[in-house]
Nanobody
């Protein structure tokens, strides 16, 4: 089993920055796919960023490319999402996800493990 705990959400003005953290525990993370998703009220869960635990390959959708950066600290078993240039449309609950797949995954259904989510609100 894998447990994921997100933190770092909050209220920020448009143009500001936040860094989300996702602390992982449980089974060994030698070859996992990790991702961040978000879900706004009344909308489907949306892919935000993904990283391969081994090697650090990353992938972003166009909506956040150049503004968001996903990274991981292997020793701390933590994945980060640095969000810069935040916009009101970035407002959502952000979820961390993990899967025992040695690559980069972009779709929510591909992930087996999820955190509880952290709220990010961007005011205009």
């Amino acid at each position: 089993q894998v447990q994921l705990v997100e933190s770092g959400g909050g209220l920020v003005q448009a143009g500001g920055s936040l860094r989300l953290s996702c602390a992982a525990s449980g089974r060994t993370f030698s070859n996992f796919a990790m991702g961040w998703f978000r879900q706004a009220p009344g909308k489907e869960r949306e892919f935000v960023a993904a990283i391969r635990w081994s090697g650090g390959s990353t992938y972003y959708p166009d909506s956040v490319k150049g503004r968001f950066t996903i990274s991981r600290d292997i020793a701390k078993r933590t994945v980060y999402l640095q969000m810069n240039g935040l916009k009101p449309e970035d407002t959502a609950v952000y979820y961390c996800a993990a899967d025992a797949f040695p690559g980069v995954l972009r779709y929510a259904y591909e992930y087996d493990y999820w955190g509880q989510g952290t709220q990010v609100t961007v005011s205009s």
